[in-house]
């Protein structure tokens, strides 16, 4: 059984067919599905929130991986667990002076907390709380819209995590995800990967899945 998590990322699904494309990509080997919240203000774009989260909860039992890019996520932990996300990653540079009772919060909620750091910041902030939390997301693009390119430098983040972590720790990358990438991600250490429009604008969702293995 392969270790790697693979979380294809609905931004860049057909949204018109969602329940259609999250059953699609389950049939093709995800175990988790990869829901980006945005709010206009942490970054420049917004997408979806809490009502798809819990539409999608009525049509799978796949693992909603729930990645908060707001501000004040603290607001809106208990109406995404209430909605059926399983774990909620938020933005340490959102929120950094509070990083610590946010995780505490989450898991009050009896789910998991991931942290996720982008491109600019230094891995090294993090540290303190790597033993509260079940996953680190390292951003290889700037978080707010999908389709850049895989920041190279960011990829090296993930020994630094790795090496302050037990085993345990799930550390996912996030932006510009592909087959190549994939390897250079999980040959430093990941063992979760979100990808979204490199599966989604495949024409075999199973091909796409498995070359990221």
Same mark, same amino acid.
């Given at each position: 059984?392969?270790?790697?998590?693979?979380?294809?990322?609905?931004?860049?699904a057909d949204f018109a067919n969602l329940e259609r494309e999250v059953r699609a990509v389950e049939k093709a080997g995800a175990k988790w599905i990869h829901i980006d919240v945005m709010d206009g203000h942490?970054?420049?774009?917004?997408?979806?929130?809490?009502?798809?989260?819990?539409?999608?909860?009525?049509?799978?039992?796949?693992?909603?991986?729930?990645?908060?890019?707001?501000?004040?996520?603290?607001?809106?932990?208990?109406?995404?667990?209430?909605?059926?996300?399983?774990?909620?990653?938020?933005?340490? $540079?959102?929120?950094?002076?509070?990083? /610590?009772? +946010?995780?505490? #919060?989450?898991?009050?909620?009896?789910?998991?907390? @991931?942290?996720?750091?982008?491109?600019?910041?230094?891995?090294?902030?993090?540290?303190?709380?790597?033993?509260?939390?079940?996953?680190?997301?390292?951003?290889?693009?700037?978080?707010?819209?999908?389709?850049?390119?895989?920041?190279?430098?960011?990829?090296?983040?993930?020994?630094?995590?790795?090496?302050?972590?037990?085993? $345990?720790?799930?550390?996912?990358?996030? /932006?510009? +995800?592909?087959? #190549?990438?994939?390897?250079?991600?999980?040959?430093? @250490?990941?063992?979760?990967?979100?990808?979204?429009?490199?599966?989604?604008?495949?024409?075999?969702?199973?091909?796409?899945?498995?070359?990221?293995?």
């Amino acid at each position: 059984m392969n270790k790697v998590i693979i979380s294809p990322s609905i931004l860049s699904a057909d949204f018109a067919n969602l329940e259609r494309e999250v059953r699609a990509v389950e049939k093709a080997g995800a175990k988790w599905i990869h829901i980006d919240v945005m709010d206009g203000h942490f970054v420049p774009n917004i997408t979806v929130g809490v009502p798809v989260v819990k539409s999608l909860r009525k049509v799978t039992n796949l693992v909603l991986d729930t990645h908060l890019m707001i501000e004040n996520p603290e607001k809106f932990i208990r109406p995404f667990v209430q909605a059926g996300s399983d774990l909620l990653t938020f933005h340490y $540079e959102a929120c950094a002076d509070r990083a /610590g009772n +946010i995780i505490d #919060l989450i898991k009050a909620e009896g789910i998991k907390a @991931g942290l996720s750091i982008k491109p600019k910041t230094d891995p090294r902030e993090i540290l303190p709380f790597i033993n509260k939390l079940d996953l680190v997301l390292i951003m290889t693009v700037e978080p707010g819209f999908g389709g850049q390119e895989f920041m190279h430098e960011c990829a090296m983040k993930i020994p630094v995590i790795r090496e302050n972590a037990g085993n $345990e720790l799930i550390i996912q990358v996030d /932006g510009g +995800i592909n087959n #190549l990438t994939a390897k250079i991600c999980t040959s430093l @250490g990941a063992n979760s990967l979100v990808a979204g429009s490199y599966i989604f604008n495949h024409d075999n969702y199973d091909t796409a899945i498995q070359s990221l293995y």
